[in-house]
């Protein structure tokens, strides 16, 4: 796949918040379901540790590769909420992620 093509895919991905439920999509407002949870939320940052590069890991790798990232927040004393990413044509696979609230856009790059 063109990296056109997966550009696409994450501009028309759908991002599931778990909990509370809500979606999230490029170039919408923020849901509001985020700010009745947590009026406190000024930024966020949607990170996965799944597939990087969009290239394809064994699940056992991409499980590893979460718990790692999973960690790195707590050690930073982040707060999260778990989350999805979701290619709406299926030709992706769900991407197990995070919402993780009030970071600032360098630190989510440096995760």
């Known amino acids: ?48 540790a799944y597939n990087p590069g969009s290239v394809l890991h064994e699940e056992s790798w991409n499980k590893k590769a979460y718990t790692k990232l999973e960690s790195a927040l707590n050690e930073r004393g982040f707060e999260y909420l778990e989350a999805c990413g979701i290619d709406p044509t299926g030709q992706w696979p769900d991407e197990p992620s995070l919402l993780v609230i009030n970071i600032e856009r360098r630190n989510a790059y440096a995760l």
């Open 1 to 48: 796949m063109s990296r056109q093509e997966f550009e696409n895919i994450y501009q028309s991905a759908i991002y599931k918040v778990l909990d509370p439920l809500c979606y999230i999509e490029v170039s919408k407002p923020s849901p509001k379901e985020l700010k009745v949870f947590n009026p406190q939320i000024n930024q966020w940052a949607f990170l996965t």
